[in-house]
């Protein structure tokens, strides 16, 4: 909801976010030089 939870909203979206930008970084880091 808009306005509600603060630091709590985006503390959980970083923890939703923090997973796919490390499966990124491996994707895009690690296999473009593997592959």
């Not at 808009?2 to 979206?13: E, M, Q």
């Not at 970083?14 to 592959?35: D, E, K, N, Q, S």
């Amino acid at each position: 909801l808009p306005g509600h939870g603060g630091v709590l909203d985006r503390f959980d979206s970083l923890i939703v976010a923090t997973p796919l930008v490390y499966l990124y970084y491996l994707y895009v880091v690690v296999g473009c030089c593997t592959v």
